[in-house]
């Protein structure tokens, strides 16, 4: 990809939509989404967080909660996530986010630094960040909708855990049915009556990972 957002000022029409769609496409790999969503507790009080989700291998980084998303909060978790992307030796060429106003120059800079180009997805299209916004709803579904989120602790809690459930033992169509911290399918039992099948309960047995052990 030839162009970046920082260089792109035509981001409404539809032959840039198409044209920043089929570069997504042919660079997912290098690819961080960003985006921020809400959840409310049993007591009624709306809490925020944000999902990362590395294209390539569908990884999810999803920040502690908050009831105030502040200009000065999305910095320090893109912080954090550039921190953990290093860690895990992920090579970043693009972060991929709408038009909040969260999102402040000050947040652009902690990927600038590490020659991380910004892309913008047009106003009010939210397909163009489709991998982040579908993501959301899972952890919606498979966490968020079967639990009562009691306060700012609790919600980062259950975020935490999930995104580990996701990242180690959540399968993916799209990589061959494998984990995105798997880089090879577990070998199947010879036997399976040589061997007992576990079962782990996760977020309280809203959801269940399994197992062959001896």
């Known amino acids: 990809m030839e162009h970046s957002a920082r260089s792109r000022d035509r981001p409404g029409t539809k032959a840039a939509g198409a044209e920043l769609e089929a570069n997504l496409t042919a660079q997912a790999d290098g690819i961080v989404a960003a985006d921020f969503f809400h959840l409310d507790t049993a007591l009624g009080q709306r809490l925020y967080a944000m999902a990362f989700l590395e294209h390539g291998t569908r990884r999810l980084h999803i920040t502690p909660a908050t009831a105030h998303p502040t200009g000065q909060w999305a910095v320090q978790q893109a912080r954090e996530v550039t921190r953990a992307l290093a860690e895990h030796g992920a090579q970043v060429r693009f ?27 047009a106003p009010r299209t ?52 494998l984990p995105p911290d798997a880089t090879q399918q577990a070998s199947p039992a010879a036997s399976i009556h040589k061997h007992r099948l576990l079962r782990t309960r996760v977020l309280g047995g809203a959801l269940n990972e399994y197992r062959y052990t001896a």
């Open 95 to 121: 972060l991929l986010r709408d038009r909040d106003a969260k999102y402040t120059p000050s947040f652009d800079a902690v990927f600038t630094a590490d020659d991380v180009d910004i892309l913008l997805s």
């Open 126 to 177: 939210p397909k163009m960040n489709a991998h982040c916004e579908r993501v959301i709803g899972t952890i919606r579904r498979e966490a968020l909708d079967h639990l009562l989120i009691t306060n700012t602790p609790h919600a980062t809690k259950v975020l935490a855990e999930y995104a580990d459930h996701y990242n180690q033992h959540r399968p993916h169509r799209s990589r061959g049915q």
